[in-house]
């Protein structure tokens, strides 16, 4: 048994109870005035009882009428509310970019404002990743280091990143400014816990041996190691593409200039989901706007 009557009929009551009359319900609601009779009367038959007394030229309410009304009157509210919230949120513009940390913070963030200035109705929230934390399906567009053989599955390159050497503006070695990749044997160094190879690869590069790499202090976050380089305590390498902050400054200068290849390079996700046009639209952008160099 059907324990529920038709919404309708439910709608042309409470707006007939609240204007007493089916004719203004009629044009409230957009249906004729025999029509608003006819739900009426349909939810009365429902119900077993009348809701209205019909006199010659007005409507007034039954006491099961006005006793009836208030919770119809509630439960309509709150379907018409629960419904326009739905709405709104199927046709809300935003975007969740996940993302690196350190880049998020030094890169990201320059992309994101010039990205408003653009398309203000489209609202950019950043999921900030330690390493791997990522929750499944939390991003509408992922950024991510990696090797190529560990590359995410149908993504596309960004960038090739390039290595940087940076230290504070003020740094010395040995009482002297640093100036010379030949200095660095006898600099501090500041080692990121899972990206050791970076300062390896630096030596190999500038051929020089015979170099204790396992010495200076070591963290496991990339911010952490700038700050330490910005408060002068060694000599930091890191990613071109997350030093633009810290560069753009004066917190940290590159003592020479380098131009190495990193084995990590940054990729770029595809929009999830086919139709997601505002998802598209934001990783249109970060593509146009890293042409112009991370």
């Known amino acids: 048994m059907n324990n529920a009557p038709h919404l309708n009929y439910v709608r042309s009551f409470e707006a007939a109870a609240r204007h007493l009359s089916f004719t203004a319900a009629a044009e409230e609601l957009g249906y004729t005035q025999s029509a608003i009779s006819h739900h009426v009367r349909?939810?009365?038959?429902?119900?077993?009882?009348?809701?209205?007394?019909?006199?010659?030229?007005?409507?007034?309410?039954?006491?099961?009428?006005?006793?009836?009304?208030?919770?119809?009157?509630?439960?309509l509210t709150e379907i018409d509310e629960a419904t326009e919230a739905i709405m709104t949120s199927l046709h809300e513009k935003k975007v969740v970019v996940s993302c690196p940390i350190s880049l998020a913070q030094n890169w990201l963030t320059r992309v994101v404002a010039s990205f408003n200035?653009?398309?203000?109705?489209?609202?950019?929230?950043?999921?900030?990743?330690?390493?791997?934390?990522?929750?499944?399906?939390?991003?509408?567009?992922?950024?991510?280091?990696?090797?190529?053989?560990?590359?995410?599955?149908?993504?596309?390159?960004?960038?090739?990143?390039?290595?940087?050497?940076v230290c504070a503006p003020d740094y010395q070695v040995n009482g002297a400014p640093l100036t010379e990749p030949a200095q660095m044997r006898d600099a501090q160094l500041i080692h990121m816990l899972g990206r050791t190879?970076?300062?390896?690869?630096?030596?190999?590069?500038?051929?020089l041996t015979n170099w204790n790499l396992a010495s200076g202090a070591k963290t496991n976050s990339l911010n952490v190691a700038l700050e330490l380089a910005a408060c002068g305590q060694g000599c930091a390498?890191?990613?071109?593409?997350?030093?633009?902050?810290?560069?753009?400054?004066?917190?940290?200068?590159?003592?020479?200039?380098?131009?190495i290849d990193s084995p990590w390079s940054c990729y770029i996700s595809k929009p999830k989901g086919a139709g997601n046009k505002p998802a598209q639209i934001f990783r249109a952008f970060l593509i146009d706007f890293a042409k112009a160099g991370p």
């Open 42 to 75: 349909s939810l009365e038959e429902f119900i077993g009882r009348p809701l209205f007394i019909r006199h010659p030229r007005s409507l007034a309410l039954t006491t099961l009428g006005e006793a009836y009304l208030p919770a119809v009157r509630h439960a």
């Open 117 to 165: 200035g653009a398309h203000s109705d489209i609202a950019v929230t950043i999921h900030g990743r330690i390493w791997g934390d990522e929750y499944e399906g939390i991003a509408d567009v992922s950024l991510s280091s990696a090797r190529p053989e560990e590359a995410p599955d149908g993504a596309d390159v960004l960038w090739r990143e390039k290595l940087a050497v």
């Open 197 to 207: 190879a970076y300062w390896q690869i630096f030596a190999a590069h500038h051929g």
């Open 237 to 259: 390498i890191f990613p071109r593409s997350h030093l633009g902050n810290y560069l753009d400054r004066g917190l940290l200068v590159e003592p020479f200039a380098t131009d």
